[in-house]
């Protein structure tokens, strides 16, 4: 069976455990509800806030977001700088994977000089950090670069008239794919991110003069995709990627929590899976491994720690109601990064079942922290992990299952795995974008691709 598939029958089998929780009434005033909420978006022209925060940029509220920086910085050039976004980072202080990736990768930029983390309000251009030798507010210029870093989808309408701005100063704009899961698997991204994605993919992503994958495997999923779904005003003729860092900023004011401090203590060895409760990080066939060893009285302490999310009420049930919770399956929801560092470091595998990914953090953090990793046969676990991970069969609770008997066996190795740091990923990327330094140009451009120069999974031929 074809990787895809297999997800797909997955995905349908998790969406109708789901629909058998919900009453038959609740389901139908849901839909409605829905219905009448996007006609309602649609008559006062907020549906770009599909989050449900609709708050207009205010330009106080925005400024007091900023963060102050101490000591030397070098101030930026004057020609052709490069500004990296940071809007949704800047706006909403989350602290989900992109996020992580925006604030390291503009920590070191900014440190060194290199580009200029900015926030968008209202059309104009800001610093999103405080400090003596930056300037509150840019105009563009010719020759500048803007790469839109951060994930522009949630307010995506407010990037077109940047669209415009750069168009008009002959500023090169780039943007940055993460994934494309929501075009190749709606039914795992929730319905309103699925939504807000396709509006940026169509109306500023393919406007980008270039795009920086997060890895290999994203690239070639979109040249892939561009041939069974080719884009008419496509502008885009550079593509390139970029590897991501590991070593996460050891700085934290935080201290890990009571409660994982004293599990920590109680718990000295345990397997672990880390992302949010969502269907493509496929939580059901890890659960469903461990269960079978449990059934065999196997002790082993499985442990999730990642937010709940969409689509997943009846698996949240089944892990709060489960026999072994709370005694040999742990589910924390609200995991600090001081918490998640104590969780890697004495973790004796990292589990890592999902089924779409554009690099996949946790796998790096574990390998980071000295944890095995289990994970996911998918191309691109196969690119960041290498030889340092066993994989499983994808969707296969069984195989799964004997790698996780197999850890009995494992030597845990001394030292880290070679890993890039975040100094090296940024430098990777600023020089690609100032020496043009793309993997793929205009002359090797996808749209220039046939159907034999792809193998039968949709990728380019070695």
């Known amino acids: 069976m ?29 839909s409605r509800a829905q219905e009448f909420f996007w006609t309602l978006s649609r008559i ?36 052709r700088r490069l500004f990296i976004d940071m809007t949704a980072t800047h706006r909403y ?39 003596e030798n930056l300037p509150d507010e840019f105009d563009l210029s010719s020759g500048d670069r803007f790469f839109l ?4 989808w949630g307010s995506w309408q407010e990037y077109l008239n ?7 100063a002959e500023v090169k704009l780039i943007g940055c794919l993460y994934d494309i899961i929501p075009l190749l698997y709606p039914d795992a991204v929730e319905e309103a991110n699925c939504a807000a994605f396709h509006q940026w993919f169509a109306h500023v992503l393919s406007q980008c003069d270039a795009l920086i994958c997060i890895s290999k495997s994203v690239a070639l999923d979109y040249l892939a995709y561009l041939q069974e779904m080719p884009i008419q005003d496509l502008r885009t003729r550079q593509l390139g990627w970029f590897p991501l860092g590991a070593d996460f900023e050891t700085k934290n004011i935080l201290a890990p929590t009571p409660v994982v401090e004293e599990f920590i203590t109680k718990n000295q060895s345990f397997f672990l899976s880390v992302g949010t409760i969502e269907p493509r990080k496929a939580y059901p ?29 009846a698996l949240q049930k089944a892990i709060k109601s489960h026999a072994e919770y709370g005694r040999r399956l742990y589910w924390f929801a609200d995991a600090n990064d001081a918490d998640l560092r104590l969780f890697y470091q004495h973790a004796q595998a990292l589990v890592f079942p999902s089924f779409a ?23 691109v676990f196969r690119e960041v992990g290498g030889d340092d991970v ?58 220039h691709f046939s159907r034999q120069d792809l193998s039968e999974e949709g990728r380019i031929k070695n």
Request: charged content about 20%.
């Open 149 to 152: 870093l951060d994930s522009g």
């Open 93 to 131: 202080q989350k602290h989900t994977g992109v996020q992580r990736v925006v604030r390291e990768i503009a920590r070191v930029c900014v440190m060194s000089g290199s580009a200029i983390p900015i926030f968008i309000e209202n059309g104009r251009i800001f610093s999103h950090f405080r400090h």
């Open 162 to 168: 940047l669209v415009v701005q750069a168009r008009a």
């Open 390 to 447: 066993r994989y499983f069969s994808l969707l296969d609770a069984d195989s799964l299952q004997k790698e996780i008997l197999a850890t009995d066996q494992m030597v845990k190795k001394k030292g880290r795995p070679r890993l890039i740091s975040w100094q090296e990923s940024a430098s990777h990327l600023v020089d690609m974008i100032n020496h043009d330094s793309y993997q793929i140009n205009q002359s090797q451009w996808a749209g």
């Open 285 to 313: 066939i890890a659960l469903a491994a461990f269960e079978t060893l449990w059934a065999q009285g196997d002790a082993r302490i499985y442990v999730i720690v990642g937010r709940a999310g969409w689509n997943t009420v």
């Open 357 to 379: 990914e554009g690099f996949g953090m946790p796998l790096v953090e574990a390998l980071y922290y000295g944890a095995s990793v289990i994970a996911s046969d998918i191309p």
């Open 2 to 30: 074809k990787q895809k598939t297999k997800i797909e029958a997955f995905l349908r089998e998790e969406l109708a455990r789901e629909h058998r929780q919900e009453h038959p009434l609740f389901i139908s005033l849901k």
């Open 44 to 79: 006062f022209g907020f549906s770009h806030w599909h989050d449900g925060r609709w708050r207009a940029p205010d330009a106080q509220q925005a400024a007091a977001l900023r963060s102050d920086l101490f000591g030397d910085i070098p101030a930026p050039a004057l020609t």
